[in-house]
């Protein structure tokens, strides 16, 4: 695992941290059935997966990470197989790290 802050403009110049792991959860889309996916970069306000065939940017996603409950994102890019996603509301900062903590 690999800690990293990323400047990011805004009012108020705050540094979000980002964490580059691999880390196994469930997506899904709308009714589709969940599918299994490599979570590798997570920031509290969104994270990167390495594949999810299918991905449609118009509907939104669900993920469930273990030990979390289930939570609502959007995907905001796609490069190939790798998707971007925001969540819908930040992740709180003890939920970020518990995160961390527990891919590491």
Do not use: Y
């Amino acid at each position: 695992m690999h800690i990293v802050s990323d400047p990011q403009p805004t009012d108020q110049l705050e540094r979000i941290d980002r964490v580059d792991l691999s880390l196994l959860c469930e997506v899904r889309q709308g009714t589709r059935p969940w599918k299994v996916a490599r979570l590798e970069d997570l920031s509290p306000g969104g994270f990167r997966i390495a594949w999810l065939p299918d991905a449609r940017e118009d509907l939104p996603l669900r993920i469930r990470i273990p030990g979390l409950q289930m939570l609502n994102a959007r995907i905001c890019w796609t490069s190939g197989n790798t998707i971007g996603c925001a969540f819908a509301e930040p992740l709180h900062p003890a939920v970020f790290e518990h995160i961390a903590r527990a891919a590491a």
